[in-house]
Each structure stands twice: as C-alpha cells, then as structure tokens.
C-alpha cells in the first residue's frame, strides 16, 4: 500500500512535471537525505534529546500529580482546573516567550515538550489509579492497610496499563511538541531543518525531515509497545 503510494507520487510529479519548489518527487527527496545524512541525523539527535527530556519530566509530574491527587481526593478540583488552564494555553504562543527568557538552547524545547506530555499523563494515570473496584479497597481496608499502602501494592498496578496507554499517545506526541518548538528559533534541530528549508523554498529537505519525523514517532510508538507487553506480562 505504502510502496503503491509513493509509486503514484512519483508518477504525478514526473507526469504533470511539478516544479521541485511544490512537490518534489520520492527519489528527489530520498536524494536530498543520503547526500547528507549525517546533516538530517544530527539534527535528529537534538530534537529527539528535547523530546526524550519533555517527555520523562511531563511524564514524571503527570505522575506525580495524579498519585497526589488519589492520595488527597479534594484537591483534584483545582488540581485538574490548573491542569486545564495549562493545556488550553497554545503553545504556539508561549514557545517565543520562552526563547526570548530561556535562549535558543534546549531548555525551552524541553519545558513545552513537557507542557505538552503533562496533561495526557496525568488525565490516564489519574483514571487507572481511581479504577480500583470498591471490593478491593474494602479487602485492603480489612487488613488495616494505609492509604499510601493502598496507592502502592493496588492503584499503581491497576494504573499501569493506562501509564502505557498516554505514553503511546505522548511519546510521538513530543517529537512534534519539540519540533514545533524549533520553529520558534534553535540552533540545531529537526525543526529548523524544516524552517531553513521552508525560508528558501527548499522543499527537498524539509520533506526529509518530516519523513524522519514520521519514522521516529512510528518508532517511538512501537518501543512503547514493545515495553508494555514485557512489563505487563498479565495482559498477554
């Protein structure tokens, strides 16, 4: 199916001769990336540090966030109310202001990758540690077991498939978080790849980029599969 697409895409581009700066061809772009790989690997490598950096701290807050809020119930109002206000803010427009405090080095990438990461982590876990059924509270109640007991040997097992859950949505999710906030001014990066290539109107290697994006978050997706199934070993 995929190799029938690009098949079609390099027939259109030959056949109607799109101009390079519109469209350019499969072969072109595959061109454009092995004349320099080591130019679009680097680049990877910045923004899948950036990623790698949002996503463990907005997944660690998430986290501990919601254990937090499992543990002391009548903070979860204004818990998710903060928790929304942050998600509703666009990022598009908090991006700069970052840059402009922060600099162009990695720091602001990482703060709106995990701005980005936080929200869905702590919506899942928060879900699986309330998943607990009242019978088993109740068991766990009869023999005496703390509320921090409860949270540790009952709720953060019963949360684990929904930790997995956001981290399949979230793991992809912050390459895009960490290009996006390339785009805003860095010095490396995939994100400017694609913003030098959209300046000159140099569409070869900014589809490059994106094909490597594509690539690095299909890879991301299933490496967090591949953990779930070896962690969660009950679900198989």
């Given at each position: 199916?995929?190799?029938?697409?690009?098949?079609?895409?390099?027939f259109?581009?030959?056949?109607?001769?799109?101009?390079?700066?519109?469209?350019?061809?499969?072969?072109?772009?595959?061109?454009?990336?092995?004349?320099?790989?080591?130019?679009?690997l680097?680049?990877l490598?910045?923004t899948?540090?950036?990623?790698?950096?949002?996503?463990?701290?907005?997944?660690?807050?998430?986290?501990?966030?919601?254990a937090?809020?499992?543990?002391?119930?009548?903070?979860?109002?204004?818990?998710?109310?903060l928790?929304?206000?942050?998600?509703?803010?666009?990022?598009?427009?908090?991006?700069?202001?970052?840059?402009?405090?922060?600099?162009?080095?990695?720091?602001?990438?990482?703060?709106?990758?995990?701005?980005?990461?936080?929200?869905?982590?702590?919506?899942?876990?928060?879900?699986?540690?309330?998943?607990?059924?009242?019978?088993?509270?109740?068991?766990?109640?009869?023999?005496?077991?703390?509320?921090?007991?409860?949270?540790v040997?009952?709720?953060?097992?019963?949360?684990?498939?929904?930790?997995?859950?956001?981290?399949?949505?979230?793991?992809p999710?912050?390459?895009?978080?960490?290009?996006?906030?390339?785009?805003?001014?860095?010095?490396?990066?995939?994100?400017?790849?694609?913003?030098?290539?959209?300046?000159?109107?140099?569409?070869?290697?900014?589809?490059?980029?994106?094909?490597?994006?594509?690539?690095s978050?299909?890879?991301?997706?299933?490496?967090?599969?591949?953990?779930?199934?070896?962690?969660?070993?009950?679900?198989?």
């Open positions: 199916m995929l190799a029938s697409l690009f098949a079609a895409w390099e259109t581009v030959q056949w109607r001769e799109i101009p390079v700066y519109l469209l350019p061809a499969p072969t072109r772009i595959a061109q454009t990336f092995f004349a320099r790989p080591g130019y679009f680097s680049a490598s910045v899948l540090i950036e990623a790698l950096g949002g996503l463990l701290i907005g997944g660690l807050v998430g986290i501990l966030v919601a937090l809020v499992s543990l002391r119930p009548n903070l979860e109002r204004g818990v998710m109310t928790a929304i206000l942050v998600k509703s803010t666009p990022l598009a427009a908090i991006a700069p202001l970052l840059t402009i405090w922060l600099g162009f080095g990695i720091v602001p990438k990482i703060i709106i990758t995990a701005l980005l990461t936080f929200f869905p982590t702590l919506v899942n876990v928060l879900v699986g540690l309330n998943s607990a059924e009242r019978e088993m509270l109740d068991l766990m109640r009869v023999h005496r077991a703390t509320n921090w007991q409860i949270l040997h009952l709720r953060a097992w019963l949360a684990l498939p929904y930790l997995f859950a956001a981290l399949r949505v979230t793991a999710l912050s390459l895009v978080g960490a290009v996006i906030a390339e785009w805003t001014g860095a010095s490396g990066g995939l994100g400017r790849v694609m913003w030098l290539a959209y300046s000159n109107l140099n569409l070869p290697p900014m589809f490059a980029a994106i094909f490597i994006l594509s690539l978050g299909m890879a991301a997706y299933g490496l967090i599969a591949w953990l779930e199934r070896k962690v969660i070993r009950w679900k198989s």
